[in-house]
């Protein structure tokens, strides 16, 4: 039995996952990271628009600051979100960027003095401080009030990954490349590491660590069409799940991306809107301000991604061999901006669609786009229920993002989380002692090497590929953007009777070293493990929130779901999972519910609003009218970050009061 | 489009753990779809006629650079070749040239470009200690800054090593993408190296003096990187440090 021992062990080497591995390096603790492929091919490199960041350089950025971020992450998130861990995303996010230009990240910077930029469909000039010349410049997103996203024209996930997987190579981090990952070794309390596979040799290894990450992305390939890369496959989740006693959270949090192009559901960046892009019908007609005259085209996602169904339900769609889509237009935004800013978005228009993006206006529909849900931690991204299992990026439930993410936030989150999370975990490796226990260790791997046993040399009939197709199908066809009750119960029937089929799998190829066929057998049960909590999930949850959105149910119903959905899998032979929840606590909260700014406002108020309304009102009143907005914000809502994040975030315009004050006196 | 046509498939089979097992080409034949890629074909292939048919992908968007192979004797990205490109209906595929077999189209390029890295150390040398997170960052020309971004483009694809006739009889040469980031970190105010610091790394046959200047990486680069320019710009500023020796 090959057995690897470390420090600190991390499941996946995209960007969440390698800036855990560089906190824990940093401390000096032995560090190893799995992955499936190279590094930098890792699907953080596909985010092209950028991050979310308070910097507020541009001048469409000024007055921006951690509050301004904060409240634009709760409301977006439909208030589905733990208010702790956003207010330690969006006070760390400036520091994030900055460190990530101290490793080589090539930010677009603001160039002083005029500018033209399209807002509204109309050009309009934009006038930069010369204090700002060259500081990291940021564009417009969906549902923020300030201009806050930074980036390097439309490659930015693709920047950093480069930059942070460079600073992981600095420091000597190994990556076992291609090594699949597919148990969690444990005793029912804690997490002792994994046991991976190598998709070449067929090896079966186990890694013993102190601490084990899981930062292995979202499980957007559930569905047929995902903007997600194919390795997206919820593995992680799985792998959670099937220790029977950690928790997933808000599984029935899927994001659909507004603008992915048809067929084949790549994705175009949410810059193309922030940048002045429009959604036109059939007819040309802009049709967004029809149904959201405030925020139009950059509503938060769920919101367009629901009025361009809603549209297409009207027959306003363009009909196509692959079903209606609408129109991108950047045509406005000329050929210069697109050939440097959005450039990725060209070639994508070129080698996909044979079109020209500067002349011609591009098909998209909705499409899965986004894991809110995930393995849920608590703040420090632990598992609540294993100890020493950690969690973070989009693999987590660290729970930021509620029920609909923000644009340029789950960049963000990679970065930020791994750098907070990081430290956690550093801190968990220099508490703690390695724990070996051989004889968990094989029988965990003799669970594995009996699956695998019997996939190749046991009497099942089932193809992998049909039921995955099945599965995935059934996620299109039944737990999509609109949901309702009759639908979702048909997902779950089906992929009930996926999950018995799933236990007569068969591979044809015999091989036990490299075997395509053999990794699809293994993932597509774990898979439709993944599949059955989202939509039992969404079958359970009788309101709308965020991209969570009931036919039957259509209000947002904070008196009775103002709660996260926790599913675990304690009996391996269930054909579903149990559900649990957590209430999320509006007294505790900064921000207490309210309207979110798009349609009617039809929520069913919690009992507890009103009441931490007034108590805030007092609050606030006691500190009085020369209270800082730090203070203010300590009042009602103290949060804790490793010591070292602690230190405000300083602006240019805390610079510029400075000289001024300087001046005056 | 070219709709209604079956295509047939050359695909390179070898599975150098499969004892006694030698390099073949395999013909398959498939219906063509509208909007058909080579990494649509390769997955229908594996699903419905060989399951044991091993190729990379991840996220099939020309973003990632996993999938190069040779199609029709040009290295280029699998995922974003359109079959209706070819008018003959016959595809030919063979893995990337210069790189260790895995089984078939795969290859290992990340193994390959991780040493790179490590050899040429690419990564930013930051002048000093690095900036205060907590403090405003410093600045930097907007116009370096978008430069940078031009070089950075580069997505390990591998193909200009496969492309390289200096590469493929030198083993050690560093190849365009280690080239290719050496300007980008030459060309980074940010970092603290000189230009002898590079010359080390670079100033010999197996960096900029090795290139035969065929340019087979500038043909075939799928992210257009301006190669020629870069190979050439090192190489004056490699000489300048003898010179100035």
């Known amino acids: ?665 | 489009m070219s709709q209604g046509r079956t295509l047939t498939f050359n695909i390179f089979r070898f599975d150098p753990q499969q004892p006694g097992d030698k390099p073949k080409m395999v013909s398959y034949q498939l219906d063509e779809t509208p909007g058909m890629t080579v990494f649509i074909a390769l997955n229908r292939l594996r699903e419905e006629q060989d399951s044991s048919l091993q190729f990379d992908f991840v996220c099939r968007a020309g973003i990632c650079g996993s999938c190069a192979m040779v199609i029709n004797g040009m290295p280029t990205l699998a995922c974003r070749t359109l079959t209706s490109k070819f008018s003959d209906a016959t595809i030919t595929l063979m893995p990337l040239p210069g790189f260790e077999l895995i089984g078939d189209l795969s290859v290992n390029t990340g193994k390959f470009m991780r040493e790179i890295a490590e050899r040429l150390k690419l990564w930013l040398h930051p002048r000093g200690d690095g900036q205060d997170i907590h403090v405003l960052e410093a600045p930097m020309d907007p116009e370096e800054a978008a430069r940078l971004y031009e070089l950075e483009r580069c997505v390990e694809c591998g193909v200009c090593v496969s492309a390289c006739a200096t590469k493929q009889m030198r083993e050690t040469f560093v190849g365009a993408v280690g080239l290719m980031k050496i300007a980008r970190f030459e060309l980074d105010s940010r970092d603290a190296r000189s230009v002898d610091d590079f010359y080390h790394v670079i100033g010999n046959q197996d960096g900029v003096f090795g290139c035969m200047t065929l340019l087979g990486c500038q043909d075939n680069c799928p992210k257009d990187l301006p190669h020629m320019q870069q190979i050439a710009y090192l190489r004056r500023k490699m000489s300048a440090t003898l010179v100035s020796c």
């Open chain 1, 1 to 665: 039995m090959k057995i690897i021992y470390t420090d600190s062990l991390v499941v996946g080497a995209g960007l969440a996952g390698l800036r855990v591995a560089i906190a824990s390096k940093e401390r000096g603790l032995d560090t190893l990271v799995l992955s499936l492929i190279p590094a930098k091919r890792s699907h953080s490199a596909a985010a092209q628009g950028g991050m979310q960041a308070s910097l507020g350089n541009t001048v469409k950025g000024m007055g921006d600051n951690e509050d301004v971020h904060f409240q634009d992450t709760v409301k977006g998130s439909d208030w589905g979100c733990d208010q702790q861990v956003a207010r330690m995303f969006a006070h760390c996010a400036p520091k994030a960027v900055r460190e990530l230009a101290n490793w080589g990240v090539p930010w677009t910077r603001v160039t002083q003095g005029p500018r033209q930029v399209v807002v509204n469909a109309e050009k309009v000039t934009i006038e930069e401080a010369e204090a700002a010349h060259g500081l990291i410049n940021a564009r417009d997103f969906g549902g923020t009030k300030k201009w806050r996203t930074c980036y390097t024209a439309d490659g930015t996930g693709h920047s950093l990954l480069y930059a942070v997987d460079n600073k992981a190579i600095s420091m000597g981090i190994p990556v076992h490349e291609r090594m699949e990952a597919l148990k969690i070794i444990h005793d029912g309390k804690r997490c002792h590491g994994v046991i991976a596979r190598c998709l070449i040799t067929g090896e079966l290894r186990a890694y013993i660590a102190k601490s084990t990450t899981i930062a292995t992305g979202g499980y957007g390939r559930i569905y047929e069409v995902s903007t997600n890369a194919i390795i997206c496959e919820g593995i992680g989740q799985a792998m959670a799940l099937e220790t029977g006693v950690a928790t997933l959270g808000n599984m029935e949090a899927v994001q659909f991306h507004p603008t992915a192009i048809v067929p084949v559901g790549i994705l175009t960046t949410e810059g193309c809107r922030g940048d002045g892009g429009l959604l036109r019908d059939v007819d040309g007609h802009r049709f967004m301000p029809d149904y959201e005259p405030d925020k139009k085209e950059l509503a938060s996602r769920d919101v367009v991604s629901r009025r361009m169904t809603e549209h297409m339900r009207k027959g306003k769609g363009v009909d196509s061999p692959y079903g209606p889509h609408l129109w991108l237009d950047i045509t406005l935004l000329g050929r210069e901006h697109i050939e440097t800013n959005l450039r990725e978005v060209q070639e994508i228009c070129e080698y996909f669609l044979g079109i020209d993006p500067a002349v011609d206006w591009i098909p998209v529909r909705p499409t899965q786009h986004y894991s809110m849900g995930g393995i849920r931690t608590d703040a420090t991204g632990e598992s609540p229920q294993l100890k020493g299992l950690f969690s973070v990026g989009e693999a987590a439930c660290w729970d930021m993002h509620g029920f609909n993410r923000l644009g340029g936030n789950s960049l963000a989150e990679t970065v930020v989380a791994g750098m907070i999370i990081g430290k956690y975990v550093a801190d968990f490796g220099e508490n703690n002692d390695l724990v070996v226990d051989t004889r968990l260790v094989e029988q965990a791997m003799g669970e594995l090497s009996t699956e695998i046993d019997a996939l190749i040399d046991g009497h099942g009939t089932e193809s992998p590929y049909i039921l995955k197709q099945e599965m995935q199908r059934i996620m299109m066809d039944y737990v999509g953007i609109f949901r309702n009750g009759p639908e979702l119960d048909k997902a779950v029937e089906g992929l009930k009777a996926l999950l018995e089929r799933s236990r007569n799998l068969i591979v044809k190829n015999k091989k036990r070293h490299a075997n395509p066929e053999l990794v699809e057998a293994l993932r597509v049960r774990r898979m439709i493990k993944v599949a059955l909590t989202v939509a039992c999930g969404a079958a359970a949850r009788t309101e709308s929130r965020g991209a969570h959105a009931r036919e039957d149910f259509p209000q947002r119903n904070d008196r009775d779901w103002l709660k996260r959905t926790l599913c675990c899998w304690p009996d391996a032979n269930a054909l579903e999972p149990e559900i649990h929840y957590e209430d999320l606590d509006v007294m505790q909260m900064e921000l207490p519910p309210g309207y979110r700014g798009y349609g009617i406002d039809n929520t069913i108020p919690h009992p507890d609003t009103a009441t931490r309304e007034a108590e805030i009102a007092v609050k606030l009143a006691e500190l009085g009218e020369n209270a800082d907005r730090y203070t203010q914000q300590q009042a009602l809502m103290p949060f804790e970050l490793p010591q070292e994040l602690m230190p405000k975030n300083e602006r240019l315009i805390d610079k510029l009061s400075a000289q001024v004050g300087e001046k005056n006196s």
